[in-house]
């Protein structure tokens, strides 16, 4: 059974800093895209980034040069790194994985970002 579990949300000031991390099980994120996701009050769920199995990466155009989506295969982990934070950030954030037809969320971390 896949299992996606996000942990690191919180409350941070705006221009400071965050970790998500998300901790898969039930399948090898070498072998899978890993998306982060994220839904603010009132709007869409939206991709933020994605990691490919070759390690290729792609970003929201909100979000390029200043979060970072990297991957341990060890821990079979994908990380969230998040810089110079904005209000704007504030959401929640949900990794994503799809096998085949499927696709696996796991259960969200809240980031809110004060001004």
């Known amino acids: 059974q896949v299992q996606l579990v996000e942990s690191g949300g919180g409350l941070v000031q705006a221009g400071g800093s965050l970790r998500l991390s998300c901790a898969a099980s039930?399948?090898?994120?070498?072998?899978?895209?890993m998306d982060w996701y994220r839904q603010a009050p009132g709007a869409q769920r939206v991709l933020v980034a994605t990691?490919?199995?070759?390690?290729?990466?792609m970003y929201a155009n909100s979000v390029k040069g200043r979060f970072t989506i990297s991957r341990d295969n060890a821990k079979n982990t994908i990380y969230l790194q998040m810089n110079s934070l904005k209000p704007e950030d504030t959401a929640v954030y949900y990794c994503k994985t799809r096998v085949g037809a499927r696709a696996y969320w796991g259960q969200g971390t809240q980031v809110t970002v004060s001004s």
């Open positions: 039930g399948i090898s994120i070498t072998f899978n895209d």
């Open positions: 990691i490919t199995p070759g390690a290729g990466t």
